[in-house]
């Protein structure tokens, strides 16, 4: 490992801020990993959006508050397409890039879908955010803690809904933005999933990991969405395995 270890820097999803990413960080920093979570644009502490955004927008603020040294770049959901941005058109700031439940080149019946939601996303803001909660963790579920479930919920209700939507369209047609790039990637990257996500589905990791020159793909288990909460310690293992490979490491 470096005298003075390469910084991971995580990107949150849609409607999310930077705390969701304490379980992962704890696990990381006690294999000496540094870490920075960024809030991305409109989300946590950063100000509102007031205006239509791309991810080359998103993904310009995003690299004005990175370190200016390459980084292990992490992204989850739409901090994964901003991710995949960054890593595409400024490749000398990202020493990897893993890709978190992301989605990937959706086939057209995929993109219906998310576009119906977005269609319908500022009508009830609330009655939406109970959707997400439902998609992500199933009444059946009984791996995630109440209270975490409780702090999503939380976090979502408090979103500038017009700032949300900016965002959450960048979510949903930024696939295609990026998609056509993902072959001018050359940083080391892994693209891994939960095994029952809905929507970043695991056939979306693999197609991610198949595009990117250097890619390669990881299923977790029994997780959805939510996998970076889910099963903190199984993203954990496979993000420090696969830097430690990049570095020169542990196989």
Known sequence: MPDSP???????????????????????????????????PG????PPLREAQTLATLG??????????????????LGALIAQHIA??????VATLTSVNSVCRRTPEEAEKVEARLATAGVDFAEGVEAS???????????????????TRA???????????????VFVRGDREIGPELGGIHAPALAITGEHDPGSTPEMSRRLA??????????????????????????????????????????
Request: negative net charge.
């Open 210 to 251: 198949e595009a990117i020159p250097d890619g390669r793909a990881v299923i977790v288990p029994g997780t959805r969405h939510m996998m970076p909460v889910e099963d903190a310690p199984a993203l954990a293992s496979a993000l420090i395995s696969f830097i430690d490979e990049t570095e020169g490491g542990r196989p």
């Open 6 to 40: 390469t910084p991971v820097v995580l990107l949150h999803g849609v409607g999310l801020d930077r705390a969701m990413w304490a379980p992962l960080i704890a696990s990381l920093e006690s294999a000496d990993r540094p870490c920075l979570a960024l809030d991305l």
């Open 155 to 169: 976090t979502l209700l408090a979103n500038d809904i017009e700032s949300y939507l900016h965002a959450y369209t």
């Open 60 to 77: 310009a603020d995003v690299l004005d508050r990175m370190p200016a040294e390459p980084v292990h770049l992490v992204g989850f959901s």
């Open 88 to 93: 595409r058109f400024a490749p000398a700031r």
């Open 133 to 151: 909660i439902e998609r992500w963790y199933p009444a059946a579920t009984t791996s995630v803690p109440q209270g975490i479930i409780d702090a």
């Open 43 to 46: 989300h946590g502490a950063q």
